[in-house]
Structures are given as structure tokens and as C-alpha cells.
């Protein structure tokens, strides 16, 4: 295989992304796949290799180099696995899964990632970040990455979980968006779609997060010879990270179908109150309807037909009772 392609690169017939192999906190060398597991007899040093969607062979090679396990290298080389955490021999396989947002849509990846006691390896699928900068925040500080690679791995774990975070600030704009339209007495078809879209969303960010959250949970109570002790506080933090977007998750889906509830209810009181005046002029309307049709029947003796007074007393009437009928609706609230 050639020499370790460079960051972001992602080439057709390499898949391997970094390969570095560090000391006492500091990095000493790139290192060719071939070379791993050399470098690995050297005491006290520790590989932190990066492959992107890596090919059967090369994963066979990965391997070889570092005695993974084989259900673990099959889960590897398939994406769409569910989030976990393994412990094969002295490692552990791990799968989280990864989120961006990209024109307003979450997409979604995974990582799989294979820690021993000197060694860390990342294989990515779909979606998901580059690692470059964590790699060189974590060699900025080497005396935490002098603990080995479980200082690596809490810089991805803490990666993923932050980019959630980052989904969430960024629903909670348009939580708020959407909130202020929905607090209207007229109902929004676009509206109600934009909700349950966002919903689905926060399903789907709530169910990544969730796993999240389990395997920082184990990570912080198990695995002594892998995770130092003087560690677990940065996976607890992770972890509170990752409770924080599921706690923010669900409240707000929970005051999205609140709002949803309201909405309708503001409808529904709406299209009463228009059935109410309609009722109410339909009250007053009748009135004048009754009369006149009386009016408008064929009788010889028809009553004040001969009165000069009649007409003009019966439409008098008619308007006194309608103005009555009219006042006693708008007192009520019904006009």
C-alpha cells in the first residue's frame, strides 16, 4: 500500500485516511498499514489509524496488523449497523452512529471504532465529520493524549455527541419558527407539515443519541484496562452531553404536538364563533321572514288590511324586534 493519504482525501483505491503512531503524547511518525504491527511491539507507543469506507482487503490486512476479531470485522465492513459496544479479547468494538445537517435535512453515518490497549482504530460510513481537527486538538494537549488511546476515542465520542448538539441549537430556531405560527386561530396546512417533519427529525436525532449515551454509560463504569480512571470524567461528561440532547429532544416534541393541540383548538374555536354569528343573523333574519310571509298569503280578511295604520305599525314592529333580538345577541357575545 502507499504512503498514508492525507487528511479529507478520499481516493478510490485507499481508504485509509491517518495513520500515526504517537509516544509519551507525542506523534512520532506516519506508519504504513505493513508497519503496524511492528510499531505496535514498541513499548508505550500507540497507533491512532482513520480509515473512510475502507474495501474487504484492506480490512483484512487491518486485521492481521492488529488481531481484531472476525464478527467484528464483518460488522466493520458493513454499515448500517445498530449502536453498540463489543469486547472481543482485549478490545472493544464500538458503533455510534453520526449526524449532520445539511440543507436543513439530517443526514446520518456511522463509526466504527476498534480500541485496544495501544491502538485506535476509526472506520467511517456515510456521513460524518472529519476527524482531522480532533487529531490535531488532541496533539496540542500531550499530556492527555500521553494516557493513550482512550483520550482519543473521548475526542470522537465527544465529536459526535457536540455535532448533535449542534442539531439541536439549530432546531430550537426552528421550534420557535414554527411555534409562532402555529398560535394562530387559522389553520396552516404548510404548518402542520413543518411539524411533523421536525418531530420526525428529532425521533431520529433522539434515537442516535440515545445508544450514545448507553455506551459512554459503560465505558464510564467498565472496561479498567482499556478507559484509565483519571479519563472517565471527560466520558461522563459525553455523556451528560449526549443526555442533554435527548432530554432537549423530547421536550421539544412534546411542545410541538402541544402546540399542534392548540392550533386546533384555536380553529375549532374560530369556526365556532363564525357558526354563532351566522346563527345570529340567521335568529334576526327570521323575524322580518315570518311576518312577511304572512304578509304574502292570498286571505280576503287578511288582519289591518283595512287599517291605515297597519302597514307602517307591522314594519315598526318588525324593526323594534329585530333591534332588540340584535342587542340582546351582541350583549351575549354571539355578533
Known amino acids: 500500500m502507499n504512503a498514508i493519504a492525507k487528511e479529507d482525501k478520499k481516493p478510490s483505491c485507499d481508504s485509509v485516511v491517518n495513520s500515526v503512531a504517537y509516544r509519551d503524547g507525542k506523534r512520532l511518525q506516519d506508519v504504513t498499514t505493513e508497519d503496524i504491527s511492528e510499531v505496535l511491539k514498541e513499548p508505550g507507543t500507540f497507533v491512532w489509524l482513520g480509515l473512510w469506507q475502507p474495501e474487504d482487503s484492506l480490512m ?26 463489543e469486547q472481543y479479547g482485549d478490545s472493544l468494538f464500538i458503533v455510534i452512529h453520526t449526524a449532520q445537517l445539511v440543507d436543513d435535512k439530517i443526514e446520518y453515518g456511522e463509526t466504527h471504532l476498534f480500541v485496544g490497549k495501544n491502538f485506535l482504530v476509526t472506520v467511517r460510513h456515510g456521513a460524518s465529520s472529519s476527524y482531522k481537527h480532533i487529531r490535531a486538538h488532541a496533539e496540542e494537549c500531550p499530556a492527555m493524549l500521553a494516557k493513550g488511546p482512550a483520550y482519543a476515542l473521548y475526542c470522537v465520542l465527544d465529536l459526535v455527541v457536540d455535532n448533535y448538539l449542534a442539531i439541536v441549537t439549530e432546531y430550537t430556531k426552528q421550534f420557535d419558527h414554527i411555534e409562532q405560527k402555529m398560535f394562530k386561530a387559522d389553520f396552516d396546512q404548510d404548518a402542520v407539515q413543518e411539524v411533523y417533519k421536525l418531530r420526525r427529525q428529532l425521533l431520529s436525532l433522539r434515537n442516535a443519541a440515545v445508544p450514545a449515551e448507553d455506551i459512554c454509560n459503560q ?17 461522563r461528561d459525553v455523556q451528560d452531553h449526549a443526555h442533554q440532547v435527548i432530554t432537549v429532544t423530547d421536550d421539544m416534541r412534546e411542545m410541538l404536538a402541544n402546540a399542534m393541540h392548540v392550533n386546533l383548538a384555536l380553529v ?38 283595512n287599517d291605515v295604520w297597519g302597514y307602517p305599525v307591522t314594519v315598526g314592529v318588525t324593526v323594534v324586534g329585530c333591534v332588540l333580538l340584535y342587542w340582546k345577541l351582541k350583549k351575549s357575545g354571539w355578533l
Open 268 to 305: 375549532s374555536v374560530h369556526q365556532n364563533e363564525v357558526v354563532q354569528r351566522l346563527a345570529g343573523w340567521g335568529a334576526i333574519l327570521a323575524i322580518p321572514t315570518v311576518v312577511f310571509s304572512l304578509y304574502g298569503m292570498n286571505f280576503k280578511n287578511m288582519p289591518e288590511l
Open 219 to 235: 465505558l464510564s463504569h467498565h472496561y479498567e484496562d482499556l478507559i484509565p480512571k483519571s479519563l472517565r470524567a471527560y466520558i
Open 60 to 85: 483484512r490486512t487491518i486485521q492481521e496488523e492488529f488481531g481484531l476479531h472476525d464478527l467484528a470485522i464483518e460488522d466493520a465492513l458493513t454499515a448500517h449497523q445498530r449502536p453498540k459496544i
